[in-house]
């Protein structure tokens, strides 16, 4: 197994797979810093077997708080809170009801001890002792693992533990005094958590314990053993059939969610065939019968050919584009219209979007006649264009790899450069520059701050 998993608490809120870098642990990381701001008071952590790369084992990258965040250790009542899990909820519930049984027991036993009437009080306290101790390890190894409360150690802990304070009475030399309380019971209870097999075992081995204990000696003891036997047996049977219904019906919720999981991803799936059949007859097949109708014409065909894949690419990558208006959709724009007005193509390339002003309208008029200047001069086939916005700033490149001219031998009637592209970009506090010479191409950068 490698990977990294982000845990608010004892709750996972990001995981990285496999041999992540930083980049990606630290986006898991913020992901965990935002989720602890709505649950206050859990210690972050970022642990797993590729923080950093290349580590071996176990590592723990901690997180700050935020200071009015209090330091909370949680419980292990708290490692579950947010699971939904069967077995899980099965297990919580039966260290809780060790603990009852366990304080029952103690409870009953100190009790005893109180009123002096025992004559070797020291199997009492040997009891007291026990119970506390085992309480405190249950609680200790659920923290660390929470299936330890139900495994083959635990429940053996359970029914020798059991059978000692059904003994304990006799053993201190008070017989009539009762200091097991509840607890037997819910070590079968316990155990049918783990499997049928073992809450069977459980209730047999108890009442062997209870049939030595009582013995047949009088009609009291043997009604009184007779009871303790169908209680732990029917106990027992009635513990794991009542699981066994909520197992059951779990299983065949989870079938049923993955049903209708299954059923909206096939209806997904079946519409999205459908919109896609839709557009391919809209689109492409139209354009298609265009072609073979204005076979003759190459120009007209290369450019229903350029519209049509211009087209294609926006809606398999990017959408539909409804709603959306900026740079980059008036830069495509302008392309579409050079394209299909002077036959070339414009390939643009953008990086982030900046929404419509009154500086992105100069940026786009500027481009623009960069653009037709380098269609209707360059005598190249294709003009390149990209776009960046930064946090500050905007700049549009327009490159051609035509001809090429020499600025300063532009005739000063001729004011398409200066006034159109340089003094419009300087009229909204930008610079425009033009970069070119005789055969090497023409490159316009443009930029405008935000």
Known sequence: M???????????????????????????VTNATTAATTIRGWEVRCTGWSVPAGSVGPTEVPIERAPDQPRRRSSVFDRLVDRDDLEVAFRRIALGARLVGLAWMAVLTALALASAGLARPVHGWALVAAAVAWGSVSVIGARRR???????????????LA???????????????????????????????RSRRAVMSTAAVLSGVSLARLGIRSLAGTVEAASQVITYTVGAFIFWWVLEVLRRSERERQEALEAVAEARA??????????MAAHLHDSVLQTLALIQRSAADTDQVASLARAQERELRRWLFEGDGEGRDGLVEALRAVADEVEDRYRVRVEVVTVGDAEASPRVGALVAAAREAIVNAARHSGE?????????????MVVYVRDRGRGFDPTAVPADRRGVSDSIVARIERVGGRATVSSSPGTGTEVQLEVSR
């Open 2 to 28: 490698s990977g990294t998993e982000v845990v608010v608490g004892e709750v996972v809120v990001g995981t990285v797979v496999g041999g992540a870098g930083g980049e990606a642990v630290q986006a898991a």
């Open 163 to 193: 059978g000692y304070a059904l003994f304990a009475p006799s053993l201190a030399g008070s017989p009539d005094q009762l200091f097991y309380g509840g607890y037997p019971l819910i070590v079968v209870a316990v155990a049918a958590v």
């Open 146 to 160: 929470l299936d330890f409360v139900t495994s083959r150690g635990s429940v053996a802990v359970d029914v020798a």
């Open 266 to 275: 096939q209806a997904a799936r079946a519409e999205e065939r459908s919109e």
């Open 381 to 393: 086939r294709e003009v390149a264009v990209f776009a960046e916005v930064a946090d500050d700033r």
